[in-house]
Structures are given as C-alpha cells and as structure tokens.
C-alpha cells in the first residue's frame, strides 16, 4: 500500500507533553516528503507555531472540525465551517456561569480567544498553546451580531466540579451542539457539525483521495 498524504492529530499525538514538536518528529515529516494535515481541537492560532516550524501548505482542520482552512500569512482562509448557534453560545456561557461560577469559561471566534476572567486554569492553558486571549464582558461580544462562535472551552482542576458540568450539559441534552472532554481539565464545546470526520471527509475529496485504512494513535 502506498501512503500519499498524512493526517495526524496534535495533542498527545505529534505534540510532546510541553507542546512542542520534536526535533525527531520534526525530520521524519521533513523527510518522508509527503503532504500533512493537522487535525485537532485547537483553534488555527493555536495551531499556527507547529505549520510554520513544518512549512505546511495544505489545508488544516481547526476546533475538532469545526473549521478547515488553508494557512495563509495574516489569516486563514476559510475552506469549510460550522459554527455554534451565536445565540446559543451566548445563552450557554450566561447558564454556565451561573450554575458553574467557579469554572473557567473562554470561546472562540475565527480569530481569537475571549474571556471575561483571567485565572490559574486560562494561564496553566495559555502556557501549552502560546495564545493571547482578550478579556472582555460576552455582554459585549454577543450584543454585535456579525460575530461567529466556533468553539466554548470550560477548564477546571477539580474533578468532581468537572464530573458535575458533564452531567448537568448531559441532562440538558441540547441540541445543535457537541461536548467533548479533551482532558481532565477540560471541557469543549462545538456545533454538532463539528466533528473531525467531516474535516477528513473534506479533504480527502478535495485531494481526490481514499482512506483505505485509519491509525488511531
């Protein structure tokens, strides 16, 4: 079987524990020569550091697929989207902040990472994704219209605060949107159309590939 493109997730997969990729990793992609994309929860800023140290060009898959997108030098240009209802986030973040106030709440637009409080749990996060986050009132973002949200993040080291937060989404059974927990700590949520088979799906039609075989690491 002949191999002729390369999907790889990121966190826990290409990236090391510092959320680097290694020098080892780094010269086998450079030397197998073959197109690479990444495929991961991450919003494409956050993603930025590793398509520049491995110079990819090719499309790349954002917020659990909730975003594909070809890197460009200022921003990325948008290929394929699905974003959460933008009155549903806002209503979401008011609900969680509410029933959670303990917890750390940020969301995403297409080209940053908001958040009303600055925290442990937003700095312990900002140290594996190296992203600037800007701190306002969602009262502000949410009251213009032309806003898109792709993805709502909810961080917490207490465990059972996390285990609680599962559960109450759980019961709500909202539809339209997807929750995932991508680590101990924390809590993602996308559209229901953000799935990273789509992504995959997306590309491989463009590149008029099959997948023959699928490597979960």
């Known amino acids: 079987m002949t191999i002729h493109y390369i999907f790889s997730d990121l966190d826990g997969t290409l990236l090391n524990s510092a959320g680097q990729v290694s020098v080892a990793n780094q010269k086998a992609l450079a030397a197998c020569k073959l197109p690479l994309t990444l495929v991961s929860a991450r919003a494409p800023q956050e993603m930025q550091s590793v398509i520049t140290k491995l110079n990819l060009t090719t499309p790349q898959i ?3 697929g909730g ?6 030098a200022d921003k990325p240009a948008v290929l394929s989207k699905s974003t959460i209802d933008f009155t549903l986030a806002g209503r979401l973040l008011t609900v969680l902040k509410l029933y959670f106030p303990q917890i750390s709440l940020s969301f995403y637009d297409l080209h940053n990472w908001y958040t009303e ?3 442990k749990e937003i700095r312990y996060a900002q140290k594996l994704n190296q992203q600037p986050i800007t701190q306002l009132q969602p ?3 949410f009251s213009q219209r032309h806003h898109e949200v792709f993805k709502i993040m909810l961080l917490t080291f207490d465990l059972n605060q996390m285990a609680a937060v ?3 989404l759980a019961k709500l059974a909202i539809a339209g949107i997807s929750v995932q927990q991508s680590a101990s700590y924390c809590l993602e949520i996308t559209s229901a159309q953000a799935k990273k088979s789509r992504g995959l799906k997306y590309v491989l039609q463009q590149e008029h590939l099959t997948a023959i075989m699928t490597y979960r690491c």
């Open 62 to 64: 954002a917020f659990n």
């Open 67 to 72: 975003l594909v997108f070809q890197p460009q």
């Open 117 to 119: 409080r600055i925290d």
């Open 139 to 141: 009262a502000t973002f």
């Open 166 to 168: 599962n559960d109450f």
